[in-house]
């Protein structure tokens, strides 16, 4: 903590725990024991003095507003969905929770208790403490990543045996060219867009159907029609080939299938890819040259798996460095997330704690949770925390039906009144990353900074891993694990880092390695062959093709348009719709058309559109611009539901469509007609 001239203000490190690739680095100015102003760090490597416009507005508005924020336990006292609640003491929702979760538990019907969680806060404890409990008690978990991104893991693994060690950003001094590969960071991590990437030194292609702020500055963009990158991989490869820029060492060394793989390579000219993707012939082969002049880096965006055949697009994608040596050298590797256990040795299956686990109820997709709360027997409960489904998740109209059922018990715990926790049977007021200590470690950035505790939690809100402590105590649990403190998990936690939690609020944000580490670099995949499979046989036992496939997803057809919906800048997923002021700049929500689509639909800047499908139909203010490729229309995620006119927002026109691989959402695949009301 450091005094400042004024005798009054003291400034506190601390670290955003958002969904973001970023994890920036906060400084929270206190003045007289309360927050003044949450500012960024200026000495943080990532966003060196600032934070993102969102949290700005954010941090410094609804985030800190005790009116906006949920601060005692509620109770519903009208029609499930309404909103009506009244305030409960925390000893009475607890009762009331535990007497519902022990009854179900006693009749041996423990899988019919529900919990879906993500990353809400992205903070170690907080975001996986909770689940030591569902783990005891046997609850069903919702596969958390099968919202996000569970097909590129998936898909990825196939190929490198592991999908959470990628390459260390700080290599990227040492690379000629990194593609990035269906991620947006102008939105999803603006300061890696900001910083990161125009300091890279080599050739930056971008391969975005969207011509985004990223995209935009890259000395080559790519715009494949969504759903055709695989047919863009094998084009690109062919290119490689005819120029001599494959590795064949390496192939041979550290590879198993290219035989199986190469004939397709050989099918698949640029010129037959750019007549299956839209981009034009010279384009692949540029971009295959950049690429094949190596060492060079690729980075998978968690939006190029959100499409019907995601899971396979990411196994294509990954052959790129597969046939040209490009992994474990530095300036070269395929990322796309980097997990804190895989690249910073933090044991993460301490938090959660799945050898607790009871019965063998395996874990359920988001995409089949509406059809299983609707075919459950009577009589269960969903548990809430850090998500929101009634935003977020497919079918949205028929989900927030099955919310509605009378019979099924429904716990929320989030900061807000989000739409999700209107449908609660018993709300439970959680407190924010301002309000008690943790760990933040980015997915990105191999970083391991402090979240520190600046302020109490407004009213009588607490933190994730504390409200499960008390409600384990509720239920007379006697597991000694599930009441484990903070500080001992934060100790364990960071004993192998050689760090405690002292040393790490004092120093902020620090890098584990200090020098750019070269993941990888042994060449040793945990794959059955120990090599990188080009042909897998664990894919073929999942039903899979042995090897990547080319073949480009069909465009829609009678006039429909394909509808992305990726994230917005001024939202983080749902959180941030309730700020004002970042209600004022997104308000209304909008499509972007081609001025081609529009003009074919009698549309132009301003009017507006009916969006609609067989699962529903939204009216949207239509804007008209070429950074939406024809036959594409772009409307960002994030709005409230609750906050539109008719209750909805663009996940009602997702039917719950499901990717080629673990069951996971294929978002990017809805299609929509678009017409002029
Ligand atoms: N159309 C469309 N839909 C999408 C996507 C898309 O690209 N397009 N993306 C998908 C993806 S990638 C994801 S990850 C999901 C995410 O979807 P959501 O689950 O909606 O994600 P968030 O809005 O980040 O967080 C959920 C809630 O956590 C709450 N929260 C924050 N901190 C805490 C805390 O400390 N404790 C508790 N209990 N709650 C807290 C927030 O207030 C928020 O209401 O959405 C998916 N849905
Ligand atoms: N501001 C902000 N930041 C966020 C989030 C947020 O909601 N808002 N969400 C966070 C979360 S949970 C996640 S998972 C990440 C996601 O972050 P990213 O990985 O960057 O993913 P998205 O922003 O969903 O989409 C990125 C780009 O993929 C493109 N795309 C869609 N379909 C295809 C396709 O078939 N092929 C190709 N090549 N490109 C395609 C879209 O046009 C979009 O520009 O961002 C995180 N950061
Ligand atoms: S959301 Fe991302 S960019 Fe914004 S402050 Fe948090 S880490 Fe930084
Ligand atoms: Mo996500």
């Known amino acids: 903590m450091d005094m400042s001239d004024a005798a009054t203000e003291q400034s506190i490190l601390t670290t955003c725990p958002r969904d973001c690739y970023d994890s920036c680095g906060i400084r929270v100015v206190l003045k007289d024991g309360n927050i003044d102003r949450v500012t960024g760090d200026p000495d943080h490597p990532a966003n060196r003095g600032s934070l993102c416009g969102k949290c700005t507005l954010a941090y410094n508005g609804v985030w800190r507003d005790p009116d906006a924020r949920l601060t005692k336990p509620l109770k519903r006292i009208g029609p499930k969905g309404e909103g009506a609640f009244t305030e409960i003491s925390w000893d009475e929702a607890l009762r009331e929770i535990a007497g519902k979760l022990s009854g179900l538990i006693d009749a041996g019907r423990a899988q019919d208790i529900l919990t879906a969680h993500y ?38 693994s196939y190929v490198l045996g592991e999908s959470a060690k990628g390459f260390d950003p700080r290599t990227a001094k040492d690379s000629q060219c990194l593609i990035v590969w269906g991620a947006n960071p102008s939105a999803s991590g603006p300061h890696t867009d900001k910083h990161w990437l125009p300091e ?94 190596g060492p060079s880096m690729l980075w998978l965006g968690q939006a190029l798996c959100r499409a019907p055949t995601g899971g396979n697009a990411f196994r294509a994608a990954a052959m790129l460095p597969a046939v040209t040596g490009n992994i474990g050298k530095p300036g070269t590797g395929v990322n796309f997330l980097n997990g804190k256990g895989t690249t910073r040795n933090m044991e993460m ?70 739409d999700s926790a209107r449908f609660a049977d018993i709300v439970l007021p959680a407190a924010s990353f301002l309000e008690f200590d943790d760990v933040v470690g980015s997915y990105f950035h191999l970083s391991v900074g402090p979240q520190t505790k600046a302020i109490d939690p407004p009213g009588e809100a ?147 559109a009916q969006v609609s499908n067989d699962c529903a139909s ?48 294929a978002l990017h695949g809805v299609e929509v007609d678009v017409a002029a009301m």
């Open 119 to 156: 990353t809400g806060t992205c903070s170690i404890i907080a975001n996986q403490f909770p689940m030591r409990f569902f783990n005891h008690i046997g609850a069903t978990e919702v596969e958390p990543d099968s919202i996000c991104n569970l097909s590129g893991h998936v898909g990825l």
């Open 200 to 293: 890279f030194p080599g050739t930056l292609i971008v391969i975005d159907p969207i011509r985004t702020p990223t995209a935009e500055r890259a000395d080559i963009h790519l715009r494949p029609f969504p759903g055709t990158d695989a047919a863009l991989a094998f084009g690109m490869m062919n290119a490689l080939k005819a120029t001599g820029k494959m590795d064949a060492d390496f192939i041979a060394q550290h590879t198993v299938g290219f035989d199986e793989l190469e004939p397709l390579i050989d099918d698949w000219s640029p010129a037959r890819a750019a007549e299956a993707t839209g981009v034009p012939e010279a384009d692949i082969r540029a971009a295959s040259e950049a690429y094949g002049a």
């Open 349 to 418: 299956g301490y938090l959660g704690r799945a050898d607790l686990r009871k019965g063998d109820t395996p874990a359920l997709s988001h995409m089949d949770l509406r059809e299983t709360l609707e075919a459950m027997p009577q009589d269960k409960a969903l548990i809430l925390w850090n998500i929101n489904i009634a935003a977020s998740n497919p079918d949205q109209g028929r989900l927030l039906d099955a919310l509605r059922s009378e019979d099924l018990f429904t716990v929320v715990a989030d900061l807000f009144m989000t």
């Open 462 to 608: 607490l933190p994730n891993q504390e409200i499960f402590r008390r409600l384990a105590r509720k239920m007379g649990l006697q597991e000694s694990s599930l009441f484990e403190e903070d500080a001992a998990i934060l100790a364990h936690m960071l004993a192998p880092l050689g760090l405690t939690f002292a040393d790490l609020k004092e120093r902020g944000t620090i890098y584990p390695d200090a020098e750019a580490v070269v993941l990888w670099e042994e060449l040793d995949f945990p794959t059955a062959s120990g090599k990188i499979e080009i042909a897998s046989e664990h894919a073929a036992a999942d039903g899979h093709p042995r090897v990547a496939q080319p073949d480009p997803l069909a465009r829609p057809a009678n006039g429909r348009l394909r509808l992305l919906t990726p994230a917005s800048e001024w939202h983080m997923n749902s959180s941030y719709d309730n700020e004002p002021r970042i209600r004022n700049r997104t308000d209304p929500a909008t499509i972007t058309l081609n001025p081609k689509d529009a003009s074919a639909r009698g549309l132009k800047a301003g009017d507006t």
């Open 618 to 665: 939204l009216t949207l203010r239509v804007l008209v611009d070429d950074l939406t490729p024809p036959g594409v229309g772009w409307a960002p995620r994030g709005r409230w539901p609750g906050a539109a006119a008719d209750g909805l927002n663009v996940n009602a026109l997702n039917p719950g469509l499901r990717s080629d691989m673990g069951n996971s959402t």
